[in-house]
């Protein structure tokens, strides 16, 4: 059966055009829902999706004003390694979209996000088209699925779980089922590469999680279709070269990751020091899911959200199309073996996040340890189950009813079908939209620091924001729940603060410990006190723990600096001439994440140390007078460097080594990037 089958007068231009009416439709709807976002001016979005902004807007504001890459967060609990946030927050669609806003010189970084969110919406819906296209005979099931898919996306919260964790699976299987339909091994490859690539980008414990999903699937899979893995290591030329592609993929991630993660400690309640979750927090943490609430979100879209772990999670409603036709296939298409590999794993996915003995199992996986929000799996049900509702709409059209039926009217039946699923979830994105999270109208004025904004050096920390962009940034982040503000906010607030009021996620290992130091003065980290300050005397304790004692017992750190590192004499103070001949000055004549220029005047006639309260690095270097001087480990957490008498100047910077990596990652992601939207928009011109 064909719906539409006497195109309107208008539709020939398209036809002749060879463009594809069905995709650039359903990427019209997307478009549609997403321009009261793009268009609200007082619009933000809250909990995991104003985060995911402000690390957005972090990176995009360096690479916009510095042109590059930050490697450092200056203003995140007393410094902290970037590189980390950089695999796991900006992805392939943000690196086209930083080097699109940088040369048209777009300051709204929160119009860029959108439009990436956009983007990243329109490759979800295209990759499912193309993948019901392979899965299904009949153009109705294959539009209402795709359909289904543009119209119950919901990203203004929980924008990980509820999106951005699955949006290029549909993708990636697509290449899957090219795979096994063709047994060409390099489909295998390319599906595997682009859902490693749907890697960056995204929280890095999801991808244990989606390891989890993608083994499920391919093992129903192995089972159902046993003669087409025999050709996965093939040695033809283009399944070798796919394939050593993802292997230098992998390799190249999991050795960033490794580098990025020097001198960083997970400090997330719960967590273990090495990430971990104990299998009692896998199983409870944010709670698990009630089939009640399931069937319930299924039906009615009220609430909009699962009422599962913080607020805003998860959104699973995906139209009665979806409730029915699942039933529907549930029944009469378990002869498909696609789809019961498929059925296989949702029944496993619904297990796990209902927290049934298979979660137990399931701890057992890979890296799975340090996954927890079990209960929030439904973002991946909810596709799962739209494609086994296709399944069964498919099947559905197949009867010999339809095909008794005259074909005009068979089509009437299937354009009122569609017309019934685009109503229902059009009706369900009023509803999203009418609660989309908006700034007050006395606030307005707030949205103003969404704009790139260059970073200022900041000379001692602060209690609460004192400048005016920083107190509207702040309330931008405090629109959304305690639980769901971090400390990387600051990056956006451009607030270097006493305390990390908001959750510690990610913090150096020294400074966890010299904060843990009982009854120490809140100046030793600069809250009040200069940050940068010239110390005349030091004590050399190159084991940590008993620099922590003699840091407990030397309380005016204005004249003792700690140095983690040996001495000739250690344990021993070097004297020096306390007195200084005249008054220091120190003065900042650059900032930037990735270093900062100063002229320092050294009164001390035998020199001195000049302290910088900013957490220590091994991969930071230091110039005194352009010539190379060691940094080291000052007060446990932060780094020093010793300047003789008089003035002179001297630069702290990043080592290239740092640099290339990060810029490296940037360019693949960029070619990544660029990769898939030419695929997108090649995908709408009509073979």
């Given at each position: 059966?064909?719906?539409?089958?006497?195109?309107?007068?208008?539709?020939?231009?398209?036809?002749?055009?060879r463009?594809?009416?069905?995709l650039?439709?359903l990427?019209?709807?997307?478009?549609?829902?997403?321009?009261?976002?793009?268009?609200?001016?007082?619009f933000f979005p809250?909990?995991?999706?104003?985060?995911?902004?402000?690390?957005?807007?972090?990176?995009?504001?360096s690479w916009f004003t510095?042109?590059?890459?930050?490697?450092?967060?200056?203003?995140v609990?007393?410094?902290?390694?970037a590189?980390?946030f950089?695999?796991?927050n900006?992805?392939?669609?943000?690196?086209?979209?930083?080097?699109?806003?940088?040369?048209?010189?777009?300051?709204?970084?929160?119009?860029?996000?959108?439009?990436?969110?956009?983007?990243?919406?329109?490759?979800?819906?295209?990759?499912?088209?193309?993948?019901?296209?392979?899965?299904?005979a009949?153009?109705?099931?294959?539009l209402?699925?795709?359909l289904?898919?543009?119209?119950s996306?919901v990203?203004?919260?929980g924008?990980?779980?509820?999106f951005?964790?699955?949006?290029?699976?549909?993708?990636?299987l697509?290449?899957l089922?090219?795979?096994?339909?063709?047994?060409?091994?390099?489909?295998?490859?390319?599906?595997?590469?682009?859902a490693?690539?749907?890697s960056?980008?995204?929280?890095?414990y999801m991808?244990?999680l989606?390891?989890?999903?993608f083994?499920?699937?391919?093992?129903?899979?192995?089972?159902?279709?046993r003669?087409?893995?025999r050709?996965?290591f093939?040695?033809?030329?283009?399944?070798?070269?796919a394939?050593?592609?993802f292997?230098?993929?992998?390799?190249g991630?999991l050795?960033?990751?490794k580098?990025?993660?020097?001198e960083?400690?997970?400090?997330?309640?719960?967590?273990?020091?090495d990430?971990?979750?104990?299998?009692?927090?896998?199983?409870?943490?944010?709670r698990t899911?009630?089939?009640?609430?399931?069937?319930?979100?299924?039906?009615?879209?009220?609430p909009?959200?699962?009422?599962?772990?913080?607020s805003?999670?998860?959104?699973?409603?995906?139209?009665l199309?979806?409730?029915?036709?699942f039933g529907?296939a549930?029944l009469?298409?378990?002869?498909n073996p696609?789809y019961?590999?498929?059925?296989?794993?949702?029944?496993?996915l619904?297990?796990?996040a209902m927290?049934?003995?298979?979660a137990?199992l399931?701890y057992?996986f890979?890296?799975?340890?340090?996954?927890?929000?079990?209960?929030?799996?439904v973002?991946?049900?909810?596709?799962?189950?739209?494609?086994c509702?296709?399944?069964?709409?498919?099947?559905?059209?197949?009867?010999?009813?339809?095909?008794?039926?005259?074909q005009?009217?068979?089509s009437?039946?299937g354009t009122?079908l569609?017309?019934?699923?685009?109503l229902?979830?059009?009706?369900?994105?009023?509803?999203?939209?009418?609660q989309?999270?908006?700034?007050?109208?006395?606030?307005?004025?707030?949205?103003?620091?969404?704009?790139v904004h260059?970073?200022?050096?900041?000379?001692?920390?602060?209690?609460k924001?004192?400048t005016?962009?920083?107190?509207q940034?702040?309330?931008l982040?405090?629109?959304?729940?305690?639980?769901?503000?971090y400390?990387?906010?600051f990056n956006?607030?451009?607030?270097?603060?006493?305390?990390?009021v908001?959750?510690?996620?990610?913090?150096?290992?020294?400074?966890?410990?010299?904060?843990s130091?009982?009854?120490?003065?809140?100046?030793?980290?600069?809250?009040?006190?200069?940050?940068?300050?010239?110390?005349p005397?030091a004590v050399?304790?190159?084991?940590?723990?008993?620099?922590?004692?003699?840091?407990?017992?030397?309380?005016n750190?204005?004249?003792?600096?700690?140095?983690?590192t040996?001495?000739?004499?250690?344990?021993?103070?070097?004297?020096k001439?306390?007195?200084?001949?005249?008054p220091?000055?120190?003065?900042v004549?650059?900032f930037?994440?990735?270093g900062?220029?100063l002229?320092?005047?050294?009164p001390y006639?035998e020199?001195?140390?000049?302290?910088?309260?900013?957490?220590?690095?091994?991969?930071w270097?230091?110039w005194?007078d352009?010539?190379?001087?060691?940094?080291?480990?000052a007060?446990?957490?932060?780094?020093?460097?010793?300047?003789?008498?008089?003035h002179h100047?001297?630069?702290?910077?990043?080592?290239?080594?740092?640099?290339?990596?990060?810029?490296?990652?940037?360019?693949?992601?960029?070619?990544?990037?660029?990769?898939l939207c030419?695929?997108?928009?090649?995908?709408?011109?009509?073979?």
């Amino acid at each position: 059966m064909t719906i539409f089958q006497r195109l309107p007068k208008w539709s020939l231009f398209l036809t002749r055009a060879r463009l594809n009416i069905d995709l650039l439709g359903l990427n019209g709807l997307v478009l549609l829902v997403n321009l009261p976002f793009l268009l609200d001016g007082r619009f933000f979005p809250i909990h995991d999706t104003m985060q995911f902004f402000t690390y957005f807007y972090f990176f995009y504001n360096s690479w916009f004003t510095h042109h590059q890459m930050p490697q450092w967060f200056p203003y995140v609990t007393y410094g902290l390694p970037a590189n980390f946030f950089q695999f796991r927050n900006i992805g392939p669609i943000h690196y086209v979209l930083m080097l699109f806003g940088s040369l048209f010189h777009i300051r709204d970084a929160l119009l860029l996000l959108k439009i990436a969110i956009l983007l990243e919406q329109m490759l979800f819906v295209t990759g499912l088209y193309k993948l019901c296209r392979r899965l299904f005979a009949h153009r109705a099931a294959v539009l209402a699925t795709t359909l289904t898919g543009a119209a119950s996306t919901v990203w203004y919260s929980g924008i990980n779980y509820n999106f951005r964790v699955y949006y290029l699976f549909p993708l990636a299987l697509y290449y899957l089922v090219l795979f096994i339909q063709t047994r060409r091994a390099k489909y295998f490859w390319w599906g595997s590469l682009i859902a490693l690539v749907n890697s960056l980008g995204l929280i890095v414990y999801m991808t244990s999680l989606r390891l989890f999903v993608f083994s499920l699937l391919i093992l129903g899979l192995l089972v159902q279709y046993r003669g087409a893995w025999r050709t996965v290591f093939s040695r033809r030329r283009g399944a070798l070269g796919a394939m050593v592609l993802f292997g230098m993929t992998a390799v190249g991630f999991l050795l960033y990751l490794k580098f990025s993660l020097v001198e960083t400690m997970i400090v997330a309640p719960g967590r273990n020091p090495d990430g971990s979750n104990t299998l009692e927090t896998f199983l409870t943490h944010g709670r698990t899911l009630k089939l009640s609430t399931l069937l319930r979100a299924a039906f009615i879209p009220v609430p909009l959200h699962l009422p599962i772990g913080a607020s805003y999670d998860v959104t699973f409603y995906t139209g009665l199309f979806s409730v029915i036709f699942f039933g529907w296939a549930l029944l009469t298409c378990w002869r498909n073996p696609f789809y019961r590999a498929l059925i296989g794993s949702t029944l496993v996915l619904l297990a796990v996040a209902m927290g049934t003995p298979l979660a137990r199992l399931a701890y057992a996986f890979p890296l799975m340890a340090y996954y927890r929000h079990i209960g929030l799996i439904v973002g991946w049900l909810k596709v799962f189950i739209v494609l086994c509702a296709g399944f069964g709409l498919d099947h559905f059209l197949s009867l010999p009813l339809w095909k008794r039926l005259p074909q005009e009217r068979a089509s009437h039946v299937g354009t009122f079908l569609l017309l019934a699923i685009g109503l229902n979830l059009l009706w369900f994105q009023a509803r999203v939209i009418s609660q989309r999270p908006r700034v007050a109208a006395q606030d307005i004025d707030d949205l103003r620091s969404v704009k790139v904004h260059p970073l200022a050096y900041q000379p001692t920390r602060y209690l609460k924001p004192r400048t005016p962009r920083q107190q509207q940034a702040y309330r931008l982040v405090m629109l959304s729940k305690p639980t769901a503000k971090y400390t990387t906010a600051f990056n956006f607030i451009q607030l270097d603060a006493c305390d990390p009021v908001f959750r510690v996620e990610v913090s150096t290992p020294g400074t966890i410990r010299l904060v843990s130091i009982p009854g120490l003065p809140r100046g030793i980290v600069g809250c009040l006190t200069p940050k940068l300050r010239l110390v005349p005397q030091a004590v050399f304790m190159p084991n940590p723990d008993d620099a922590a004692k003699a840091r407990y017992l030397i309380k005016n750190f204005f004249q003792t600096v700690v140095l983690g590192t040996p001495a000739p004499e250690p344990g021993q103070a070097i004297p020096k001439h306390l007195i200084p001949l005249r008054p220091s000055a120190i003065h900042v004549t650059n900032f930037h994440p990735n270093g900062l220029s100063l002229n320092v005047q050294n009164p001390y006639p035998e020199g001195a140390w000049l302290v910088y309260a900013d957490a220590y690095h091994p991969a930071w270097r230091a110039w005194v007078d352009n010539k190379p001087t060691p940094v080291l480990r000052a007060d446990l957490a932060f780094k020093a460097l010793f300047v003789p008498f008089g003035h002179h100047t001297v630069r702290f910077g990043f080592a290239p080594s740092r640099l290339l990596a990060s810029h490296a990652l940037a360019l693949f992601g960029l070619l990544a990037g660029l990769v898939l939207c030419g695929w997108m928009i090649r995908q709408h011109f009509l073979k």
